[in-house]
Nanobody, 114 residues
């Protein structure tokens, strides 16, 4: 089973930027859709962005225009560039296959606060 390790989170002020990285222990080439998800305190986990093997991306309306998802199939990584961060972006961020075929990793905490 592929293991996923998220990193890059931290505390930033509103309007700031962070780049999250997801490292897979094995190949993700065969997985057509990879995605980033987040879970805020007291909230359900929600889908943030997805990307296909070929690089076609989709975003939740709440982050569209601010976040950019990318993947490197040769390095088995998926990244999420987050710009113009808002307090409502505060959450633990996770990556996974679009079909949730992998076990969830520990996630990485993103806190946006002034």
């Amino acid at each position: 089973q592929v293991q996923l390790v998220e990193s890059g989170g931290g505390l930033v002020q509103p309007g700031g930027s962070l780049r999250l990285s997801c490292a897979a222990s094995g190949s993700i080439f065969s997985i057509n859709v990879m995605g980033w998800y987040r879970q805020a305190p007291g909230q359900q986990r929600e889908l943030v962005a997805t990307i296909t093997r070929g690089g076609s991306a989709n975003y939740a309306n709440s982050v569209k225009g601010r976040f950019t998802i990318s993947r490197d199939n040769t390095k088995n990584t998926v990244s999420l560039q987050m710009n113009s961060l808002k307090p409502e972006d505060t959450a633990v961020y996770y990556c996974n296959a679009g079909g949730l075929g992998y076990n969830w990793g520990q996630g990485t905490q993103v806190t946006v606060s002034s």
